[in-house]
Nanobody, 115 residues
Framework: QVQLVESGGGLVQAGGSLRLSCTAS????????MGWYRQAPGKSRDLVAT???????NYADSLKGRFTISRDSAKNTVYLQMNSLKPEDTALYYC?????????WGQGTQVTVSS
């Protein structure tokens, strides 16, 4: 089964940008969906964005226009470009894959936005 490793998190000031990467241990060509979710302390894990194998994207309504998801199947990698970051974007960001109906999660990467 695919294993996912996230990177790119860190500490950034409000208004700044970060790009998260999620690299899979094998080809993601058979993964119908790849996505990002986030979980703030004491809160549920919420959808950030998903992208299909055909490149169709879906975003949480509150994040449209600031976040962009993309995938590079040749590199087995999914990206999340985050711009105009706000303190409320602070969370642990998880990569997710749905490959042949099997859901997998990465270990998460922390994003902290200071005001």
């Amino acid at each position: 089964q695919v294993q996912l490793v996230e990177s790119g998190g860190g500490l950034v000031q409000a208004g700044g940008s970060l790009r998260l990467s999620c690299t899979a241990s094998r080809s993601i060509l058979d993964c119908n969906f790849m996505g990002w979710y986030r979980q703030a302390p004491g809160k549920s894990r919420d959808l950030v964005a998903t992208i299909t194998s055909g490149g169709n994207t879906n975003y949480a309504d509150s994040l449209k226009g600031r976040f962009t998801i993309s995938r590079d199947s040749a590199k087995n990698t999914v990206y999340l470009q985050m711009n105009s970051l706000k303190p409320e974007d602070t969370a642990l960001y998880y990569c997710n894959s749905v490959c042949r109906s099997v859901w997998r999660w990465g270990q998460g990467t922390q994003v902290t936005v200071s005001s």
